[in-house]
T-cell receptor
Framework: KAGVTQTPRYLIKTRGQQVTLSCSPI?????VSWYQQTPGQGLQFLFE???????NKGNFPGRFSGRQFSNSRSEMNVSTLELGDSALYLC????????????FGNGTRLTVT | DQQVKQNSPSLSVQEGRISILNCDYT??????FLWYKKYPAEGPTFLIS?????DKNEDGRFTVFLNKSAKHLSLHIVPSQPGDSAVYFC???????????FGTGTSLTVIP
């Protein structure tokens, strides 16, 4: 069974631009979550989607948004990029979203210059 | 406000010995806990989980212990192997598992 696929793997953007990251979950997984990893901060929760509905959102500004499609694939968008948005963005999928482990993709490394 | 803490940034262990990684949490509502291993340039890989109704869960060389009164969990790796060298994260969630809180990780080095 294929794992979680994230594209692209690397991205370089300029401050003020916007970016869209893509995630394909494991087949059969209906819950998709997004996390941001920065040095020394661990993984910070961005949001979680289940059946195209956002069920939970972390403490990030409104510049960070996401959506989930009917095939469970998900996208994350960051508008008006800031230098501090440089991070590894990780997507994870799980079977039911509750009491099921998260399975992560390899992430998208975003660099904002 | 870090609700899940891994106070040891790094740990070195001889091959064949036991590795013990620790994790503390502050939210008494957490009832589902996970451990992940992460290699550079890869996403975290799920290792083992435990729910609050248990105090121990084993999977091969990996055992997780949960002490709810102390709000503490630990991961034991026995015997440790050089391939276990990686960063280990603990994570916790409450109720529905929609949102996980992660620790900042412990870098384990297993010395051959």
């Amino acid at each position: 069974k294929a794992g979680v696929t994230q594209t692209p793997r690397y991205l370089i953007k300029t401050r003020g631009q916007q970016v869209t990251l893509s995630c394909s979950p494991i087949s059969g997984h209906r819950s998709v979550s997004w996390y941001q990893q920065t040095p020394g901060q661990g993984l910070q929760f961005l949001f979680e989607y289940f059946s195209e509905t956002q069920r939970n959102k972390g403490n990030f500004p409104g510049r960070f948004s996401g959506r989930q499609f009917s095939n469970s694939r998900s996208e994350m968008n960051v508008s008006t990029l800031e230098l501090g948005d440089s991070a590894l963005y990780l997507c994870a999928s799980s079977l039911a979203g509750g009491y099921s482990p998260l399975h992560f993709g390899n992430g998208t490394r975003l660099t904002v210059t | 406000d870090q609700q899940v803490k891994q106070n040891s940034p790094s740990l070195s262990v001889q091959e064949g010995r036991i590795s013990i990684l620790n994790c503390d949490y502050t939210n008494s509502m957490f009832d589902y806990f996970l451990w992940y291993k992460k290699y550079p340039a890869e996403g975290p890989t799920f290792l083992i989980s435990i729910s609050s109704i248990k105090d121990k869960n084993e999977d091969g060389r990996f055992t997780v212990f949960l002490n709810k009164s102390a709000k503490h969990l630990s991961l034991h790796i026995v015997p440790s192997q050089p391939g276990d060298s990686a960063v280990y994260f603990c994570a916790a969630s409450e109720n529905d598992g929609n949102q996980f809180y992660f620790g900042t990780g412990t870098s384990l080095t297993v010395i051959p």
